[in-house]
């Protein structure tokens, strides 16, 4: 190789490394969750199989609060944002559960009871669209109202939708029953009383075992009506 | 100067597997296994590593990010390598050879087409081997016919486009432009129909109708190779019939349109 050829590559090599030196170094800033894109247009970028970029996206969602240098705390997240992004990650992939498991486990978290309750009210209306995959993240849903909250009538009022709307077979006796046992907690044994006999009649609850640690708990003495016939113990 | 337009009696099936061969013996030696291999290796390692960042649907994650890495990196090599192999056969005129041999046009565009759809198939079953050990055999299945006629349609895009530009970046602008358009069109019908953004009126009439008549002429792409068949549910019966049907449909038609144009080339 020629002398001046092999001068001129140190010399780009050395002016390169000058560039770089005079240039400031990187600040960390954390910078705002974004508003999310419209749903028209992921399902565009996603060109046609929107699952892979659902995925991706959920997995920048959950990582924006470690941006380079900076960790932002979830408590300084634009919650509002939050529930759009969540529901948008839903909307692309309605069969996975994890934005479900986001707004209930992780950002569910934070000590402030107006994002919480945030979070689980879009955990309540995502529910509606497909009770019988989406019941337990209501249930845990109701377990933090009842525990963190301290409001056992919201806790009612997510239980009930369960036993009201996850009929399918993969829900467990357990989901079905919490609005039940949550209202003998709380004393009110002759509604839990009612809505244990509702699920008799609609013969949501039907496994004899299931029946007689349900009335043991509520520890009534009034008839209920008989389990619903030709239903299949569970 | 064009060679005697005869079909040499029946020797045309011969000289047709002849063609494919060779097309399958040439991208051996240009080691695109390797590249088709390399890519599924990165899909694997990029899927496995955001398998592991997922805090839950871990293998979901897995297979639904290896399967659509897989499907458009081959789509990206094999558009690539159709066009720029036909590129440098028609610079190089060793097409001329075989025409000189009284090998038809048709037959050696038909060759070449069969040559780089078996690499697909060749590729495509690899895929498949692996998909089965790991997924349930119908999903596995399903979703690697689908992949093959997705690639059987890009590659004969790719090959319309070289044989009528005969211009590698044009081919590759075009094919990717054309193949983005119909991933996107059943989307892009949803746009232009329920925009509010578009005031009522003849533009968004025109818009929707223009759409519409777009996706009567493009083949539906976002419902081949679906990564939902693999993770969540098969695809609905009769699906896959159909899409073989628009395939073999989309594929004579850019096939017939590109002997339009390769027998109108003088030589």
């Given at each position: 190789m020629p002398a001046p050829l092999r001068l001129a590559l140190l010399a780009a090599f050395a002016g390169h490394l000058l560039v770089h030196s005079l240039q400031p170094s990187p600040l960390a800033r954390a910078i705002d969750l974004p508003a999310p894109p419209p749903l028209a247009m992921m399902r565009l970028a996603a060109l046609g199989d929107a699952l892979p970029l659902a995925q991706l996206s959920t997995l920048y969602l959950q990582a924006f609060d470690n941006q380079p240098g900076v960790s932002v705390p979830f408590a300084d997240l634009d919650y509002g944002r939050l529930r759009?992004?969540?529901?948008?990650?839903?909307?692309?992939?309605?069969?996975?559960?994890?934005?479900?498991?986001l707004a209930s486990?992780?950002?569910?978290?934070?000590?402030i009871e107006a994002r919480?309750?945030?979070?689980?009210?879009?955990v309540r209306q995502s529910f509606d669209a497909d009770p019988d995959r989406r019941w337990r993240w209501l249930a845990h849903a109701a377990i933090l109202a009842r525990h963190r909250l301290q409001d056992t009538d919201l806790a009612i009022a997510y239980a009930r939708?369960?036993?009201?709307?996850?009929?399918?077979?993969s829900v467990p006796g357990w989901a079905r029953q919490m609005s039940v046992l949550l209202l003998a907690d709380r004393g009110e044994v002759e509604a839990a009383k009612v809505l244990l006999g509702?699920?008799?009649?609609?013969g949501a609850v039907s496994d004899p075992q299931e029946i007689r640690f349900l009335l043991e708990r509520l520890a009534g003495s009034a008839p209920l009506p008989k389990p619903a016939q030709g239903s299949d113990a569970r | 100067m064009q060679a005697p337009n005869s079909t040499a009696g029946g020797r045309w099936p011969l000289q047709l597997f002849t063609i494919a061969g060779f097309t399958l013996l040439e991208a051996w030696r240009s080691r695109l296994p390797w590249l088709l291999a390399g890519s599924l290796a990165l899909a694997l390692a990029a899927g496995l590593f955001a398998a592991e960042l997922a805090i839950t649907e871990s293998a979901r994650f897995r297979i639904a990010l290896i399967a659509s890495g897989v499907r458009f990196a081959w789509v990206f090599i094999l558009a690539v390598y159709v066009i720029s192999s036909l590129t440098r056969e028609l610079n190089e005129r060793g097409f001329e050879s075989a025409l000189s041999l009284e090998v038809t046009r048709t037959t050696w565009v038909l060759g070449k087409l069969a040559g780089f759809i078996s690499l697909a198939a060749v590729a495509v079953g690899s895929v498949c081997v692996m998909l089965l050990i790991a997924l349930p055999p119908l999903a596995a299945l399903a979703w690697s016919a689908s992949l093959l006629f997705e690639l059987a349609i890009v590659i004969a895009m790719a090959q319309f486009f070289t044989l009528s530009l005969a211009s590698v970046p044009a081919a590759?602008?075009?094919?990717?432009?054309?193949?983005?358009?119909?991933?996107s069109i059943d989307a892009l019908v949803l746009i232009a129909s329920g925009s509010p953004l578009l005031a009522a009126g003849p533009w968004r009439d025109l818009s929707r109708l223009g759409t519409e008549a777009l996706s009567w002429v493009l083949p539906s792409l976002d419902r081949f190779a679906q990564t939902g068949w693999l993770v969540d549910q098969l695809p609905a019966p009769g699906m896959l019939g159909l899409q073989f049907v628009q395939c073999l449909v989309f594929v004579s038609l850019l096939t017939a349109a590109a002997l339009v144009d390769f027998h109108r080339r003088d030589l």
């Open positions: 759009d992004w969540l529901s948008l990650l839903l909307a692309l992939d309605p069969i996975g559960q994890y934005p479900l498991l486990h992780v950002y569910a978290q934070v000590p919480q309750r945030s979070m689980l009210d879009f939708a369960i036993s009201e709307l996850a009929t399918g077979p509702g699920l008799l009649a609609s | 590759a602008v075009l094919s990717a432009a054309l193949y983005v358009l119909t991933r």
